[in-house]
């Protein structure tokens, strides 16, 4: 696949992933104001879901190619103290082009977290650098 062909056939829709972890300190918003209470930050949750979506589709991708994230629409809905484990998950739900749009939630036991929708496009990390260094 060159920058400009369509998707790999491997791509599909329902490719899946989970990915766990226990809170560290670092991603607590309490980390960030010492006032704050040490709980799971939003961008911390929204990251390990990033994280389980570009899992979902790493290993169908085309050599050298990676996703990145371009859109979240996710609601926060339950707070987990440091220490809590964490998992996230991302089902692939439609594909439009080099765009994938994942289901999303992320669970701390049996209580839902959050949920939403993460958007990723597929990219070559050399062309994005390319266009990203060109914008300073």
């Known amino acids: 696949m060159t920058q ?10 329902g490719l899946e992933a989970t990915v766990e972890k226990v809170v560290p300190r670092e991603w607590t918003i309490a ?3 010492g006032v704050l209470p040490a709980v799971l930050s939003t961008p911390a949750m929204i990251g ?8 979902a589709v ?3 991708l085309p050599p050298g190619a990676i996703t990145v994230g371009t859109r979240i629409e996710v609601d926060h809905l339950k707070a987990v103290p440091e220490g809590a484990t964490v998992q996230a998950w991302a ?3 439609r594909i439009d082009g080099r765009f994938l749009v994942f289901q999303a939630e992320a669970r701390s ?3 839902v977290i959050g949920r939403g929708r ?3 496009a597929i990219v070559y990390p050399e062309a994005l650098m390319n266009k990203a260094n060109a914008r300073k």
């Not at 400009?4 to 829709?13: G, V």
């Not at 390990?48 to 899992?55: F, H, I, K, L």
């Open 4 to 13: 400009n062909s369509s998707i790999p056939p491997e791509i599909t829709l």
């Open 118 to 120: 993460v958007s990723r």
């Open 48 to 55: 390990m879901m990033e994280v389980a979506a570009s899992n």
């Open 91 to 93: 089902k692939l739900e």
């Open 31 to 33: 980390h960030f104001r």
């Open 109 to 111: 036991g049996e209580h």
């Open 58 to 60: 790493q290993d169908k």
